[in-house]
């Protein structure tokens, strides 16, 4: 029987209602619980297409070739539940905790898993056999690709330790994802989005890469041995303690040296002085994005309004200095002093401050006046920046925009975040002691604490 005959073959899964499919799950609950009459969930083969199964606890319920394409699982607990070769293709899994859950062999194209933990998930590939009376074992499979998270939405999931080696994970979105020690082995990775992505002791040793893109990845003891990075846009990139020796970088989209610039530093920096004194009728702006500016002595200059965007600024002095209303989008501000730094109105969303120094810095919002609108507020943006253990004692954070920043152990002592956005910010083991959290939004924020 040819391999397309199964699929075809709908009689192979049995197809049960959502009434049929509430009994089986609540004595599945039942059996998790310990109770008498409880019986543990075996859908092997079952057509759940387009069902709805949020919310249940389906830990170690076996949905083996099951169908669950569009299927809803929203907020499910799938802890060691073993989902081998099933079709989840279009499914909603977000926020689904699967802790230790067999994917192998399964169909994730154009799932949604968002904010899913997925940790220790094994993802690899894997084949469904179907034995027929004449004694034939065929394999069983939904599409020609197993192991396939195509196209899947993986937003702000945490994938730690998962396996993923030779899987198909072309063109997904694995923005803000956790990977750490993740096995990504001669996975198929081309044109996947790892923007904001910690791929902390990740392995992608062969791994195709080409035109992946890793804005405000940070790679630290990340294995990429023999990996194609053909095209990959690793500008926004941080990198820490990573082996390049077995790994070519030529054709990969990487930042620009001082030396590639057409002027110094010094000039670009005084035709942007220029710029600022005559409100754009004479000088340049300055635009620094892209370029390695790592310990650069850039104390107490006037780069406002300057575009930093995706600039690696590691270790650079830039303190007293104005960097009003500047984009510095994405930029690798590691170890930098920006100590009483004027960064009001300051794009810096997704840029990377660990333990840089905020000392006295100021980020909250700036007026504009403007023959339009005569008073408009521009909030400072730090939304998805990485902060951790920065030093901003008596930083003024007032009315800026942190939601989803990580602040985990960050000095915040005397700063303000009045009026701040702190929407999903993470502040555990943070130092509050005289914050200023007056007015400020704290909805899904963590480890707010002041002891």
Not at 16 to 39: A, M
Not at 191 to 220: M, P, Q, R, S, V
Not at 237 to 252: G, H, Q, R, T
Not at 262 to 279: F, K
Request: some cysteine.
């Amino acid at each position: 029987m040819a391999r397309n005959d199964f699929r075809d073959n709908e009689e192979l899964w049995k197809k049960i209602s959502q009434k049929e499919l509430d009994v089986i799950l609540d004595k599945h609950e039942v059996y998790l619980s310990g109770k008498q009459g409880g019986l543990r969930a075996n859908l092997t083969l079952h057509d759940l297409s387009y069902l709805d199964l949020s919310g249940r606890n389906l830990s170690e319920a076996n949905f083996t070739g099951a169908k669950l394409a569009n299927a809803v699982l929203t907020g499910s607990k799938l802890e060691a539940a073993n989902l081998f070769a099933a079709d989840l293709r279009n499914a909603d899994l977000s926020r689904v905790d699967a802790f230790r859950a067999d994917f192998r062999g399964s169909c994730l194209r154009g799932t949604n898993l968002t904010r899913a933990r997925l940790i220790e998930v094994d993802l690899r590939e894997g084949v469904l056999m179907k034995s027929f009376k004449r004694g034939e074992l065929v394999p069983m499979s939904y599409e020609e690709v197993s192991a396939s998270l195509e196209k899947a939405v993986v937003h702000s999931a945490d994938l730690s330790r998962a396996k993923i080696s030779d899987a198909f994970v072309v063109q997904t979105d694995l923005t803000d994802c956790v990977l750490r020690g993740t096995k990504f082995n001669r996975a198929d990775l081309s044109l996947a989005n790892f923007t904001g992505c910690d791929l902390e002791g990740a392995d992608f040793t062969e791994a195709k890469l080409k035109g992946a893109i890793f804005h405000g990845a940070i790679f630290t003891r990340t294995i990429l041995d023999h990996a194609d990075l053909t095209g990959a846009d690793l500008i926004g990139a941080v990198f820490d303690s990573v082996d390049f020796s077995k790994v070519d970088l030529a054709d990969a989209k990487m930042v620009r040296s001082l030396a590639r610039l057409d002027r110094t530093l010094r000039q670009i920096v005084g035709e942007h002085a220029r710029w600022v004194a005559s409100n754009g009728k004479q000088g340049t702006r300055a635009d620094l994005s892209k370029v390695d500016l790592s310990g650069q002595d850039l104390s107490g200059v006037n780069l406002a309004a300057a575009d930093l965007s995706f600039a690696v600024l590691y270790k650079a002095n830039l303190a007293r200095a104005e960097l009003l209303m500047a984009d510095l989008t994405c930029a690798d501000l590691r170890d930098a002093d920006l100590s009483r730094t004027d960064l009001r109105g300051a794009k810096l969303s997704r840029a990377v401050m660990i333990n840089t120094s905020l000392v006295g810095a100021r980020l909250s919002e700036v007026t504009i006046s403007t023959l339009a609108d005569a008073g408009a507020i521009w909030r400072t943006n730090l939304e998805n920046a990485r902060m951790i253990r920065a030093q901003a004692g008596g930083a003024v954070f007032t009315n800026a925009d942190l939601e989803a920043a990580d602040l985990t152990g960050a000095d915040l002592r005397d700063a303000s975040l009045a009026g701040a956005i702190l929407v999903d910010a993470d502040f555990t083991g943070a130092d509050l002691r005289g914050t200023n959290l007056d007015r400020a939004d704290t909805r899904g924020a963590k480890g707010i604490r002041f002891d």
